[in-house]
């Protein structure tokens, strides 16, 4: 996997989007869909970075634990 | 030139984060594991081409592979205990990460044993 700025860039627009929308969705009053938003955002971005994380130990497991 | 590549990613990383640290914390926290795991992967990649001359010359020199193994195993548990000793001491919990590097520090010196051990007989044996 090698150097992906868009992965950043996707995660960092993700978290922004997120951010805007559950405050303008605070101000009309929609308080849950607010939390739902945030949590949605959340697990997302987690998503991509568990697969990094997950493709990362694959890696290392290959690199240092087959002799 | 790569070099700039990766210390350029790393910046927009950090500069990225700046953004997104007031927006939304729980995002940044997994944009800063993110960027590390990315730069940990291409540090993996720099170590698999040194491994592989180490280990010819360890044949060379006619060093015991079980040897040579733990000491890889043991490079990759440091490696992979620094990693997450650092993401949780960015997350803030400075307590967890010693308990991470304790919990490497103990596999560690697991593996160490036998060497260790070896070497104390070898020592013994030449001693009259």
């Known amino acids: ?29 929609r308080d ?9 955002a959340l697990v997302l971005v987690a998503a991509v970075v568990v697969s990094n994380i997950g493709h990362l130990f694959v890696q290392i497991q290959n690199v240092f634990a087959n002799q | 030139m790569d070099i700039l590549q ?27 594991l993110l960027i590390s795991a990315v730069l940990f992967l291409i540090a993996l990649q720099r170590v698999t081409g040194i491994l592989a001359p180490i280990e010819r010359l360890a044949a060379l020199a006619d060093v015991n592979v ?31 990460a010693g308990k991470i590097e304790l919990v490497g520090k ?3 010196l697991v ?13 013994t044996h030449l001693l009259p």
């Open chain 1, 1 to 29: 996997m090698s150097l992906e700025l868009h992965v950043l860039f996707q995660i960092a627009v993700v978290g922004i989007a997120a951010a805007v929308l559950s405050s303008l969705l605070k101000q009309s009053g």
């Open chain 1, 32 to 40: 849950e869909i607010a939390t739902l938003v945030t949590i949605s």
């Open chain 2, 6 to 32: 990766i210390v350029l990613f790393g910046i927009v990383g950090a500069l990225l984060l700046t953004s997104v640290r007031e927006l939304a914390p729980q995002v940044s926290f997994l944009l800063t």
């Open chain 2, 66 to 96: 079980l040897f040579f193994a733990t000491i890889i195993k043991i490079i990759g548990i440091a490696y992979i205990a620094e990693f997450g000793a650092e993401i949780a001491r960015d997350a803030g919990v400075g307590s967890i």
């Open chain 2, 106 to 108: 103990l596999a560690i």
């Open chain 2, 111 to 123: 593996l160490a044993v036998p060497i260790v051990t070896a070497v104390v007989e070898t020592v």
